[in-house]
Nanobody
Framework: QVQLVESGGGLVQAGGSLRLSCVAS????????MGWYRQASGKQRELVAE???????NYADSVKGRFTISRDNAKNTVYLQMNSPKPEDTAVYYC??????????????WGQGTRVTVSS
């Protein structure tokens, strides 16, 4: 069974910083793209940032220049460094990964989410 577990969420002041982590565990053969999504109250889930296995990145326009996504392939971990967060970044943040396991072809997995609240 494959699991994604996020950590690092919480309350942060606007202009501060916060780092989210997400670890994939289980009988994993390989992990392709990994990413972070978020869902604010009353809104649809949206892409924040994504990163390929080779390190190519893509960001939502709203977070470019403030957030940085990175990954450690040896640790099956993806990070989201949130610098200068704004109140509008308040949301539940979800980790996502395309994972090939011993018993399944590449499948899209989601974490349970970690809440980030940015105070003004």
């Amino acid at each position: 069974q494959v699991q994604l577990v996020e950590s690092g969420g919480g309350l942060v002041q606007a202009g501060g910083s916060l780092r989210l982590s997400c670890v994939a565990s289980g009988r994993i053969l390989s992990i392709n793209d990994m990413g972070w999504y978020r869902q604010a109250s009353g809104k649809q889930r949206e892409l924040v940032a994504e990163i390929t296995r080779g390190g190519a990145t893509n960001y939502a326009d709203s977070v470019k220049g403030r957030f940085t996504i990175s990954r450690d392939n040896a640790k099956n971990t993806v990070y989201l460094q949130m610098n200068s967060p704004k109140p509008e970044d308040t949301a539940v943040y979800y980790c996502n990964a395309d994972i090939r396991s011993w018993w399944a072809p590449e499948t899209d997995y989601w974490g349970q989410g970690t809440r980030v609240t940015v105070s003004s």
